[in-house]
Nanobody
Framework: VQLQASGGGLVQAGGSLRLSCAASGNIYGIYYMGWFRQAPGKDREFLAQITLSTGTTYYVDSVKGRFTISGEKGKNTAVYLQMNNLKFEDTAVYYC???????????WGQGTLVTVSS
C-alpha cells in the first residue's frame, strides 16, 4: 500500500485547509484510515480515524468540532481531513495512515506541511 498526501500550505489563523490522501496498491484490505501530525520538537500525535466500511469516525479532543475526517473505499480509496478555524498550534507536518486491522497503523504517507500564521 502506498499513500500520497497533499493539500498542505500556509494559512492564516482562523482559516481552513483540506488535506487529501490517495491510496494505491493493495487497497482492498484497508479497513481504517487516519490522520496524525508532528509539530516541531514534539512527538507524533493521533488526530482522527475513519472506518471505511461504516464511516464511523473518532477524533481527539483537541480537534473535535474543528476537523472533519472523511473517506472513500474501493478503487478510489482515499482519506480527507477538512480543517477549519485553524490555530497557530495546528502548525505541523500532517501524515495520513492506513491499516488492515489491529492496533498499529502499517502504512504511512510522506507528510504534508501545514503552517498557520498568527
Amino acid at each position: 500500500v502506498q499513500l500520497q498526501a497533499s493539500g498542505g500550505g500556509l494559512v492564516q489563523a482562523g482559516g481552513s485547509l483540506r488535506l487529501s490522501c490517495a491510496a494505491s496498491g493493495n487497497i482492498y484490505g484497508i479497513y481504517y484510515m487516519g490522520w496524525f501530525r508532528q509539530a516541531p520538537g514534539k512527538d507524533r500525535e493521533f488526530l482522527a480515524q475513519i472506518t471505511l466500511s461504516t464511516g464511523t469516525t473518532y477524533y481527539v479532543d483537541s480537534v473535535k468540532g474543528r476537523f472533519t475526517i472523511s473517506g472513500e473505499k474501493g478503487k478510489n480509496t482515499a482519506v480527507y481531513l477538512q480543517m477549519n478555524n485553524l490555530k497557530f498550534e495546528d502548525t505541523a507536518v500532517y501524515y495520513c495512515a492506513a491499516k488492515f486491522g489491529g492496533a498499529d497503523y502499517q502504512y504511512w504517507g510522506q507528510g504534508t506541511l501545514v503552517t498557520v500564521s498568527s
